[in-house]
């Protein structure tokens, strides 16, 4: 996943900072006085081979596709680890696949860490591309008026081979961390069998065992004609899940209509989904980035987001403010039709009539939970409702594990994280964001890990290509995220 879709159209503004930063009792000096970047600038040879990286990462076609292989990817990123001198012990390439072999690289801390370790996740998979498309070479690193071209370069091979660089000049220097930091390239987070993130948390949870992840795959700075605007950090996010709803009737001779048919079954089922709005929910997240935004609205909307952060919660003023689409699924659990599928021939009563529904679910419940949401929404016990997990399998009921209400954001993340961001792009407000769509983090906040999605990456609003066709990042971009994620690293592993 990436960009942030979700406060695309409502930037907070730069009085948003304060608010954040009284939130959690940053002490912020001044941001706006300062114009140049006062972090340590990533040296000539740093980054020419951050650039290697970068170059050999988009190179290396790792689509889900019989062309790609995740594989060929972390094997070259583990032979650059063991070159520079890893030890064994902390590179580990592992998956339940030949083709989908993760890694997992630990820089370890001095003696017996008192804190729990902090995870890099970063997904080295990436979305099909077609030359046929593109007006270069998508698996070529090409590098064009001030852009890099390539499939990855957003996302997101620009931040794996950003953190692959840091990894390497962080062991260079000797640093020693007082907690374990570790990097984890992951595969089959765009599609595929294999997802690396929830595969380790599962089989080998104590390889990837942390505090909190940091997950580049989200959250970033939005730049609007080169002006910095707003930085955002994905601090939670809903889970995704489809159900299939399937209508079926004894059929018959088109000519002899009955009241029994599966299409008007479903499609009735269907209306009163259309219909339905499920309760409306805040989190210490939304709650916060709401209370930010709040600050710079007026009039009515202003006084509406103030009032939905009473208690209770002033529910006329959510019904106003969810007329905003991004609001109103920011505000709650979202099933929606997608697909519809139903009948065999002109001439015949349909036998079978068949629909998915897409749910972006709250944080908090099961997609159990919400399949018998749907199946009392439909009040019909002869239409079924399964699970269709992502792997396309089809189940009676869903996985009752929830997705954990995610804590309020943490200082210990987001005061370095604001401190660098506004050392590289002054003034930038940094506001925590609940995501409406999904990433890898997931599987990390259902195992009750904080997961805080950040790429330093700072992008166009209207330049968002990931997964499209010609994707770039400008050079700059590259640079100052290289810059971030050193000092960033330093400051999480303590200096
Ligand atoms: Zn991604």
Redesign the pocket.
Known sequence: ??PNVFSRNQAPSPIAVFALAACFGIALSSPVAASQSSLPATSAEDRALAKAIFKELIEINTTDTPLGNVTTATTAMQKRFQDAGFAAEDVHLLGPDARKMNLVVRIKAVGTPAEKPVVFLC?IDVVEALRADWSTDPFQFVEKDGYYYGRGTQ??KDSDAALVATFLRLHREGYKPKRDLILALTAD??GGKFNGADWLVKEHRDLVDAAYVINP?SGGVELDHGRAVVADVEATEKVYSDFQVTAVDRGGHSSIPRPDNAIYELTTALNKLAAYSFPFEMNEVTRTYFKNLAGQEAGQEAADMHAILGTPPDLAAAARLSAEPSFNSNFRTTCVATRLSGGHANNALPQTAQANVNCRIFPGHSPEEIRQVLVGVFGDDKLTVKYVSDAGEVSNTAPERKAMAPPAPIKEVFEPLTRLTQAIWPGTPVTPVMENGA?DSIYFAQAGIPCYGYSAIALERDDDR?HGQDERLPVDSYWKSLDFFYSFAKALGGE
Do not use: I, K, L, V
Request: glycine share 0%; net charge negative.
């Open positions: 996943m990436r997904h996302d997101m987070e765009e795959d990433s990931a």
